[in-house]
């Protein structure tokens, strides 16, 4: 079949692009190169579109849907190098990696072993849509309505940040590993309390879960008396066997990553 | 299948190219001779196929030629050769960091890439570089000495 690549330089060039039958986005390609092209008839490149912005206005971040992990992580680091991006996407993938896949990308293919889902669903992060669905979506909603995904292009990851104490683990055998699950938890305290919590975990057969059951736990709690092992996952939280183990393991190697990870917060 | 006419700046060169819109960079560079570039897993997870984009390593068997087009790309030949090797390339024979050499190539240019940014990375840092480099014949304690030898010696250099 033939394959022919569009470079578009201008966004309202994009929405008539995708609505041609058998075009697909391409990023940094590096999810479209593990799958077949055979019914794949057109790519457009998003390399010329001004997609690479970076805002941070107060604590409010707005991010290019076409920066790579490692831009992201070069921007963010420079304002907050503790940020819970610059923990996950300094890690993900590889570093040749890291120069190619985009945020853009990673959200649009959402793997399951993805390191970009989780701390974006802690921050609660927004969408900006362009073409068949137009407008500002929440993380929660592209992941649930596929449609969504459709014809659609996304501009650019909007989130809130007003200062959390972030924490992030990829459970991985080597370093190099895609995750068979990831925990991110992101807190504030207030006079010596927990004020406010977000937990997420990605890799279980709900895919990407906010357990806020446990949040509502967390908050208010005293941080020099909690005690992060008395933590339980909720029963919802079910994992698929895999390379690294049973679902009964991976569910108690997650348990166990959030209460380290929560400890570790705590004590910092 | 749609061919694609375009010219890329290899090693400092204006190449021109014609290839089908699916191949990967990898196979396009091969193809065009640059053999110094090695064909390994191609599935990005080796890294012996690195080349620098611009800058910056990548993997070439997970880009399409088709979307680098006009960019500045480097192999290892472009950083120095046998009778005027880099002295990353000259490091890592003094350490002894080439065992079969399939890895050498994509080994000294991310080192290229981090040395280019990071004159004195600490060792943690070498790692995190280096992590998407396989080393078939284990020698990554010879070639994390490399690349701190290379650091000291090009710092020490200018």
């Known amino acids: ?268 | 299948m749609q061919h694609i006419n375009a010219e890329f700046q290899i090693n400092g060169k204006t190449v021109l190219m014609s290839f089908p819109a699916d191949i990967t960079l990898l196979d396009l560079l091969r193809q065009a001779g640059f053999t110094e570039v090695k064909a390994g897993c191609h599935t990005g997870q080796c890294g012996a196929c690195v080349v620098l984009l611009d800058g910056r390593p990548v993997n070439s068997c997970q880009v399409f030629a088709a979307s680098v087009i006009g960019k500045e790309i480097t192999t290892v030949a472009g950083l120095g050769s046998v009778h005027d090797p880099h002295p990353i390339q000259q490091a890592f024979v003094d350490a002894g960091a080439v065992q079969c050499g399939f890895c050498t190539p994509g080994m000294v240019l991310v080192t290229a890439a981090l040395l280019a940014e990071n004159s004195l990375p600490t060792e943690e840092e070498i790692k995190q570089a280096l992590d998407g480099n396989l080393c078939r014949c284990t020698g990554y304690v010879k070639i994390i000495a490399a690349v701190k030898l290379a650091a000291e010696r090009m710092a020490d250099h200018g």
């Open chain 1, 1 to 268: 079949m033939e394959l022919t690549w569009y470079y578009p330089c201008r966004l309202e060039e994009v929405p008539a692009l995708l609505e041609k039958p058998g075009v697909l986005l391409h990023g940094g390609g590096t999810a479209l190169l593990t799958r077949s092209l055979a019914s794949v008839r057109g790519l457009v490149d998003v390399g010329r579109l001004p997609l690479f912005g970076f805002q941070s206005r107060r604590d409010r971040f707005e991010l290019g849907s076409a920066l790579t992990y490692d831009q992201t992580v070069r921007e963010i680091s420079r304002l907050r190098p503790d940020h819970v991006l610059v923990q996950a996407l300094s890690r993900a993938a590889s570093n040749p990696l890291r120069h190619r896949i985009t945020l853009g990308g990673s959200l649009a293919a959402a793997p399951l072993w993805s390191d970009l889902i989780g701390p974006l669903l802690a921050l609660e992060a927004e969408l900006v849509l362009i073409g068949r669905s137009e407008g500002v979506f929440s993380l929660e909603r592209w992941l649930e309505e596929r449609d969504l995904r459709k014809g659609s292009l996304i501009t650019a990851v909007r989130f809130d940040d007003p200062g959390w104490s972030a924490g992030y683990h990829r459970e991985t055998l080597t370093t190099f590993d895609y995750p068979a699950f990831t925990v991110t938890c992101l807190l504030r305290l207030k006079e010596g309390r927990i004020s406010a919590s977000r937990l997420a975990l990605t890799g279980g057969k709900a895919r990407a879960l906010r357990l806020r059951g446990l949040e509502n736990e967390l908050a208010g709690s005293a941080a020099a008396d909690f005690a992060p092992e008395k933590l339980r996952l909720p029963e919802e939280v079910r994992f698929a066997a895999n390379k690294l183990g049973s679902p009964e393991y991976l569910r108690a190697q997650a348990e166990l990553a959030l209460q380290r990870v929560l400890a570790r917060l705590l004590r910092s």
